[in-house]
């Protein structure tokens, strides 16, 4: 006789669920080591979803060590080259070229950074920093630079002026600006 009053579970229409598998049984001394994030059994359980690509203001774009490209780079955020890239840089952001890293092209950028080489002319950067063993090849135009000792630099340098205040200085006044 039982204790207990018995009622059917009423049963659902569709497929027949499969019965959970069994569990190993344990003898009462065995420990149990808890499960870390190196066991293999959690890595599809512990996974999170990609990140959202980051804005222009935080991101930053990396070209490694052991890669050699040609072509174009435009758009906005930071740029870090440490591998070889032929062609040209504009990008709102800083630019950096690590230690080691060959760029052959024009850059245009808000800060520039050379610690490698550049063969190629820097237009209208805010600021440039030549890092000791940095090499530029070409011509710099930045509103200030800074060149530690140990760099090299072959080429036209012009610092510290303001577009709008020399065109303002150059141009009497009554005259008209404009491309001949």
């Not at 930071?78 to 032929?86: C, D, E, H, L, S």
């Not at 890092?131 to 760099?151: F, N, Y």
């Amino acid at each position: 006789m039982a204790l207990w009053k018995e009622t059917p579970t009423p049963v659902a229409a569709g497929p027949i669920a499969a019965p959970p598998p069994p569990t190993p049984e344990r003898s009462p001394v065995e420990r149990v080591e808890p499960r870390t994030a190196a066991d293999p059994s959690l890595a599809v359980a512990q996974r999170r979803p990609a990140a959202a690509p980051q804005r222009a203001e935080g991101g930053e774009s990396i070209i490694a060590a052991n890669l050699s490209i040609e072509g174009k780079i435009e758009g906005t955020g930071n740029v870090r080259i440490a591998g070889r890239f032929k062609g040209d840089v504009r990008i709102d952001g800083n630019f950096n070229i690590e230690p080691g890293a060959h760029l052959t092209g024009q850059v245009l950028a808000g800060i520039v950074i050379v610690g490698g080489e550049l063969q190629g002319n820097i237009e209208s950067a805010k600021r440039v920093d030549v890092l000791e063993g940095g090499i530029i090849v070409g011509d710099v135009k930045a509103g200030s630079i800074t060149v530690a000792a140990g760099s090299r630099m072959r080429g036209h340098v012009e610092f510290g002026w303001d577009e709008d205040k020399a065109l303002k200085i150059a141009v009497a006044p009554g005259l008209a600006v404009g491309k001949i």
